[in-house]
T-cell receptor
């Protein structure tokens, strides 16, 4: 079954701690994305990557970091610099590279991060 | 600035009572308008892509339409299992998706 797997489903962070959220896809998609979802707000883009070893900041990148060492994987680290990390984090992928028409993004089932 | 506004924020329907959800947008160089369904605690599930004014897509009880300024998601004879939050997003020439805040649909039996 092709899809996007996010883990863990729930994560708790202590003060001053960095935590890493996992995202793996087996859809053979070039592009991958991280969004943050807060109650009553639309999804906001944190980082995106269109190709291995390359990524760009989205609208709210401060306090977050990413890597893209493999096509299938795009982990997100929430650093201690992110002062309000409690949110629902969603990873997505799409076959965007080289297309002129917008391609749909397909999402994982999210990781809910809370502060201890 | 690219922008997406969805209305209403919440909609309560009786089973079988048809209605429409609205997505108004402003975007530079529309590359696509996307509809998603999101259940509580889950990621958004892709429903439709629309590319140009006049285009329509259908899937079971759902039909999406597009004009130059807005899109509608029509729900015909809804069932309780259609209850979810419906998200609209646009992709413009700058490439990234801009999401609306969603419409939360509740269908009572």
């Amino acid at each position: 079954d092709g899809g996007i797997t996010q883990s863990p489903k729930y994560l708790f962070r202590k003060e001053g701690q960095n935590v890493t959220l996992s995202c793996e896809q087996n859809l053979n998609h070039d592009a991958m994305y991280w969004y943050r979802q807060d109650p009553g707000q639309g999804l906001r883009l944190i980082y995106y990557s269109q190709i291995v070893n390359d990524f760009q900041k989205g609208d709210i990148a401060e306090g977050y970091s990413v890597s893209r060492e493999k096509k299938e994987s795009f982990p997100l680290t929430v650093t201690s610099a992110q002062k309000n990390p409690t949110a629902f984090y969603l990873c997505a992928s799409s076959s965007e590279l080289g297309t002129t028409r917008g391609q749909p993004q397909h999402f994982g089932d999210g990781t809910r991060l809370s502060i201890l | 600035e690219d922008q997406v506004t969805q209305s209403p924020e919440a909609l309560r329907l009786q089973e079988g009572e048809s209605s429409s959800l609205n997505c108004s947008y402003t975007v530079s160089g529309l590359r696509g308008l996307f509809w998603y369904r999101q259940d509580p605690g889950k990621g958004p599930e892709f429903l439709f892509t629309l590319y140009s004014a006049g285009e329509e897509k259908e899937k079971e009880r759902l039909k999406a339409t597009l004009t130059k300024k807005e899109s509608f998601l029509h729900i015909t004879a809804p069932k309780p299992e259609d209850s979810a939050t419906y998200l609209c997003a646009v992709q413009g020439s700058q490439g990234n998706l801009i999401f609306g805040k969603g419409t939360k649909l509740s269908v009572k039996p």
